[in-house]
């Protein structure tokens, strides 16, 4: 199966800073991607859909300014949270969708945040 | 997108057969059934899918109703691996894999020793 990579896996800042992670389709090249945000013992809510090359797509209730996509190329989407505070602690994950007669979307392993 | 619903939880002891429910009673005549599963502290990884038919492949079986209201994950013998979240998803076909999926709350299955 296709392999999607994220980076950090493991983030720790203080409030008031802003992180970077890198969502990554290691052997395929993904349009779109999908950032997922999942609280203990919850399900994943989907935060937007990050298109390659333009705006991404926010979900209702999710704060564009404050959660700023960026899909530059085929295989690369970052997604930065800005001005972190703890309630945006969380763990943060993506994936890509091969298209084509694929139908599977492949997950990144997860960026677990911490804000102190 | 249609909506699903699984027990919340599901018990199971290592190599016996686990049947994951899923209810989708909304169910359109385009939607695939997905499965998902997380395990802990990682990203979902996909399962399998079908349509109409019953579906095999090495990771588990998916069962589906004749009317498509339900459907059915057997995991043919349980893992202590294989205790995950599994996730019923329905997508509609005509929009691919690049079209974002709707996580509900799935079904903890725990697998005893």
């Known amino acids: 199966g296709a392999v999607v990579s994220q980076h950090p896996s493991r983030v720790i800042c203080k409030s008031g800073t802003s992180v970077k992670i890198e969502c990554r389709s290691l052997?395929?090249?993904?349009?779109?991607m999908f950032w997922y945000r999942q609280f203990p013992k919850q399900s994943l809510m989907l935060m937007a859909t990050?298109?390659?090359?333009?705006?991404?797509?926010?979900e209702q209730g999710v704060e564009k300014d404050k959660f700023l996509i960026n899909h530059a190329s085929l295989t690369l989407s970052t997604l930065t949270v800005t001005s972190a505070h703890p309630e945006d602690s969380s763990f943060y994950i993506c994936?890509?969708?091969?298209?084509?007669?694929?139908?599977?979307?492949?997950f990144g392993p997860g960026t677990r945040l911490t804000v102190l | 997108d249609a909506k699903t619903t699984q027990p919340n939880s599901m018990e199971s002891n290592e190599e016996e057969p686990v049947h994951l429910p899923c209810n989708h009673s909304?169910?359109?005549?385009?939607?695939?059934i997905h499965w998902y599963r997380q395990l802990p502290s990682q990203g979902p990884e996909y399962v399998i899918h079908?349509?109409?038919s019953n579906v095999n492949n090495r990771m588990a079986s998916l069962a589906i109703a004749e009317d498509r209201k339900s459907s059915t994950l057997i995991l043919h013998r349980a893992t202590l691996r294989d205790a995950a979240v599994y996730y019923c998803?329905?997508?509609?076909?005509?929009?691919?894999?690049?079209?974002?999926?709707?996580f509900g709350k799935g079904t903890l299955l725990t697998v005893n020793p």
């Open positions: 994936s890509a969708g091969r298209g084509g007669s694929y139908n599977e979307q492949f």
């Open positions: 052997d395929f090249q993904a349009t779109t």
């Open positions: 990050s298109n390659e090359g333009s705006k991404a797509t926010y």
């Open positions: 909304t169910i359109s005549g385009t939607d695939y």
């Open positions: 079908g349509l109409t």
């Open positions: 998803i329905l997508r509609d076909r005509e929009k691919g894999s690049n079209y974002k999926l709707t």
